[in-house]
Structure formats: structure tokens, C-alpha cells
């Protein structure tokens, strides 16, 4: 069964920290890795990663994903109280263009 | 259940039919929420219910699309006279309330919809 683990589950670190959070995946026919930020309602997208863009940034975020560790980590550098919030990560597949997400980690930062 | 479900898994429809889309969320979560995603695109919000307040409906791209959730658990969202560019993964998320930090959605497998 395809399956997207992230870790750790919940993280809290200080403002100005640097943070790494971890996905792994289990997804026949791979296609494309996302990235989301849910605060309230709605997701915001962040990255897609796939076999030709395997490294994204943007300000102080960057991702990268790892083909051959089937996994992808997010990097959040200098850390600020609005990124507070659950970070998600998906994998969509081909043939049906499913999405599978993981959990998320719920990330934390104290002032 | 074990987590949230939706049916059917996949759908085809010719151009100008109904379809009806269905999401059981998780027992007990009072939010549940609609999204569709087309493909490398993000998610993009469509409605979402939380208890017995009224729904909403800001993410509703036309009013060929309309949803209900009965009993305050199951939940169908209906698409009327479909168009190729509805064309998509729906996916139904519920969670215990009005998603915060300290909030997770948790997500279904999604409907592939595919309009000819």
C-alpha cells in the first residue's frame, strides 16, 4: 500500500532556529512531491519536487528530494513566529493522479 | 473508520452530466472540507463545513457546484452539467475543528474525475 511518513510529528524550537523536517515515501509510479503550509482552512502550497527539479528555494525555505532514498526534507532557516503551522507532504502518482499525504508535522516556534 | 473515504475512487463523465461526489470523514471530526487539485497544480479550496454553522462556500468555482453534509458526517459535493476543465483529483479532508496550528487535516484517497 503507498504510504507518505513524515517526521518528527511535532517540533518546537526558537525563533532564528533552523529547522528540517523529513518525508519519506512509499508510492508506486512516482510523480511529483509536494509541500504544503496549513495554518487556517486551506493548505498553501509550497514546492513540487520532481525528477527534474529536485532542489527548490524560496527565501527561507528551500527542499530537496532524494530519488534514491525516496524521501524529501524541507529547510526553514531563521525561523519566525508566522511559520507556526502543519506542514504537509504529498505525492502524486501516475495513472490515476492520486495523492497520497502524510500526517504532517506540526511545527512550533516560540518568540 | 480508520480514516476518511471517498467514492468513488474514480469517475468518467461525458460533458453536460451530473455527478455526485461522496466523502465519509472520520468519526466524530465536525470540520470536513472540499479541494480539488488538477495535476502539479496545488490545492485549490472549495467549501468547507463545521458543525451545524453555514457552510463556506468561497472556494466554489461556479454554482454548477453545490455540497451538503447531512447529519453533520457524510458529505456530497455535486457538480451540475460538468466541463472538461472540471476535470481533476477531488479530495475531502475532516479534522476535529476549525483547522488551526494545532489542528491537523487529515486527508482522503481523492476522486479522480474525468469529464470527456
Known amino acids: 500500500e503507498d504510504k507518505v511518513v513524515q517526521s518528527p510529528l511535532s517540533l518546537v524550537v526558537h525563533e532564528g532556529d533552523t529547522v528540517t523536517l523529513n518525508c519519506s515515501y512509499e508510492?508506486?509510479?512516482?510523480?511529483?512531491l509536494l509541500w504544503y503550509k496549513q495554518e487556517k482552512k486551506a493548505p498553501t502550497f509550497l514546492f513540487m519536487l520532481?525528477?527534474?527539479?529536485i532542489e527548490k528555494k524560496s527565501g527561507r525555505l528551500s527542499s530537496i528530494l532524494d530519488k534514491k532514498e525516496l524521501s524529501s526534507i524541507l529547510n526553514i532557516t531563521a525561523t519566525q513566529t508566522g511559520d507556526s503551522a502543519i506542514y504537509l507532504c504529498?505525492?502524486?502518482?501516475?495513472?490515476?493522479?492520486?495523492?497520497?499525504f502524510g500526517k504532517g508535522t506540526r511545527l512550533h516556534i516560540l518568540p | 473508520g480508520a480514516g476518511v473515504s471517498q467514492s468513488p475512487s474514480n469517475k468518467v463523465t461525458e460533458k453536460g452530466k451530473d455527478v455526485e461526489l461522496r466523502c465519509d470523514p472520520i468519526?466524530?471530526?465536525?470540520?470536513l472540507y472540499w479541494y480539488r487539485q488538477s495535476l502539479g497544480q496545488g490545492l485549490e479550496f472549495l467549501i468547507y463545513?463545521?458543525?451545524?454553522?453555514?457552510?463556506?462556500k468561497s472556494g466554489l468555482p461556479s454554482d454548477r457546484f453545490s455540497a451538503e453534509r447531512t447529519g453533520g458526517s457524510v458529505s456530497t459535493l455535486t457538480i451540475q452539467r460538468t466541463q472538461q476543465e472540471d476535470s481533476a483529483v477531488y479530495l475531502c479532508?475532516?479534522?476535529?475543528?476549525?483547522?488551526?496550528?494545532?489542528?491537523?487535516?487529515?486527508f482522503g484517497p481523492g476522486t479522480r474525475l474525468t469529464v470527456l
Open positions: 508510492v508506486t509510479n512516482f510523480r511529483s
Open positions: 504529498a505525492v502524486e502518482r501516475y495513472g490515476d493522479d492520486k495523492i497520497i
Open positions: 479532508a475532516s479534522s476535529l475543528r476549525l483547522a488551526g496550528v494545532g489542528d491537523t487535516q487529515y
Open positions: 520532481t525528477s527534474s527539479g
Open positions: 468519526s466524530g471530526h465536525t470540520a
Open positions: 463545513f463545521q458543525g451545524n454553522s453555514a457552510p463556506d
